[in-house]
Structure formats: C-alpha cells, structure tokens
C-alpha cells in the first residue's frame, strides 16, 4: 500500500519561496498515475495546486501557474512543490496525493499534510 | 475552469436519519466526479469516484449518483463517525477543481 509523506519548513517569509518534498513510499513513484499537490487554508475548501507525472510532465493551476514549480526525483521516490513569491495568502495545510487508478483523477491516498506559514 | 457548487453550505441531521448532499458543475464533467469526507486535522477520504463507484472500504451506507452537471452524494443512515465536511470534486478537466464543501452537523 502506497503512503505519501510530506516535509518542508512550517514558516517561509514573505516574498520568500514554499519548498516541500513527498516522500513516496510502498509503491514506484512510476506507476504511471499522477501525483498531485491539494492545499486548504485554515477554515477555507481545497485548492488544487498541480499534478506531475514520472516523466516530468506537469500540470498546473493557471492561479497560481507563474509561481509554481513540481518535480519529480525517480532515484529518490519522490516528488517536490516549489512556490516563489509567497505572500500570507500561501499559508495553508499542503497535501501531496495519488490517483485512485490511472483513468481517475480522483485522489485515493494522500499524505498527513504539512502546515506552512507564511510570516516575518 | 469548472465551478463546482455544492448545496447547501450546512446540513443539520439526527443520527439515523438519511442524508442528501447536492453538487453542481459550471459545465458538463460527464461522470468523472468524486466525493470525500473531511474531519478536522485530518487529510482527505476519498468516499465515490466516477460519481457512483465506491472507493476501497467505504461503507454500502454512502452512494452516489449523477451525471453532466448534478451529482448527489446520500448517506442512508447517519453513523455518528459521519459526521463531517464533505467536498466533490471533478477531474473531467485536467484543471481539478472542488466544490466548497458541505458540512454535515448534528441536528
């Protein structure tokens, strides 16, 4: 059974850049679904920031494409989110995901996720 | 982008009781539809994918339907663990977007 864990800094500075990692374990990180960043707000609804595939291939949220970058480390198992230019909008619990199957971008398995907060 | 609706905001239930939770899309998301349950502090669960297909040990009790544009998720009978946020979530479009979440309280 695959399991997702995410890590990072819980506090970035303004203007700064988000770096988080998800460290996939129980399973490839090549096995051809798409892995996902999702981030809530405290007390706000799910926000889908993008998704990566094992060759690289990304998709991202067009409000917040300019500033957002994801990886993907195969040697490694795991993949990244970066965000530049974060203001106290950002801050927020960060998820990482997997599909439910490779035809449904439904998320069956997600991390615990990490709380980043974005303050001097 | 999808828009996603999701009616109503709060719904208040006696355990046993059945509830019925609505969502809208902008367009047509044909049936690639999911719904999860959210408890505070915790991640996330995936209940129903492809609108009606439950996921791995989710209970008979959660059921969904709809296509196109109007989706309904129903608990038959509430369980006090039932008690939650409840989001849809659409990925026809390679941009997922989710509803605003339903949240389902103890009447």
């Known amino acids: 059974q695959v399991q997702l864990q995410e890590s990072g800094p819980g506090l970035v500075k303004p203007s700064g850049t988000l770096s988080l990692t998800c460290a996939v374990s129980?399973?490839?990180?090549?096995?051809?679904?798409?892995w996902t960043w999702v981030r809530q707000a405290p007390g706000k609804g799910l926000e889908w920031i993008g998704e990566i595939y094992h060759s690289g291939t990304t998709n991202y949220n067009p409000s917040l494409n300019s500033r957002v970058t994801i990886s993907v480390d195969k040697s490694k198992n795991q993949f990244s989110l970066k965000l530049s230019s974060v203001t106290a909008a950002d801050t927020a619990v960060y998820f990482c995901?997997?599909?439910?199957?490779?035809?449904?971008?439904?998320?069956?398995?997600w991390g615990q996720g990490t709380m980043v907060t974005v303050s001097s | 982008e999808i828009v996603m609706t999701q009616s109503p905001a709060t719904l208040s239930v006696s355990p046993g009781e059945r509830a019925t939770l609505s969502c809208r899309a902008s367009q047509s998301v044909s049936s690639n539809l999911a719904w999860y349950q959210q408890k505070p502090g915790r991640a996330p669960r995936l209940l129903i994918y492809?609108?009606?297909t439950r996921a791995t040990g989710i209970p008979a009790r959660f059921s969904g339907s709809g296509s196109g544009t109007e989706f309904t998720l129903t608990i038959s009978s509430l369980q006090s663990e039932d008690f939650a946020v409840y989001y849809c979530?659409?990925?026809?479009?390679?941009?997922?977007?989710f509803g605003q979440g339903t949240k389902v309280e103890i009447k």
């Open positions: 979530q659409q990925y026809n479009n390679w941009l997922r977007t």
């Open positions: 492809d609108a009606s």
């Open positions: 129980g399973g490839s990180i090549s096995n051809n679904k798409w």
């Open positions: 995901a997997n599909q439910v199957t490779i035809f449904a971008g439904a998320f069956d398995i």
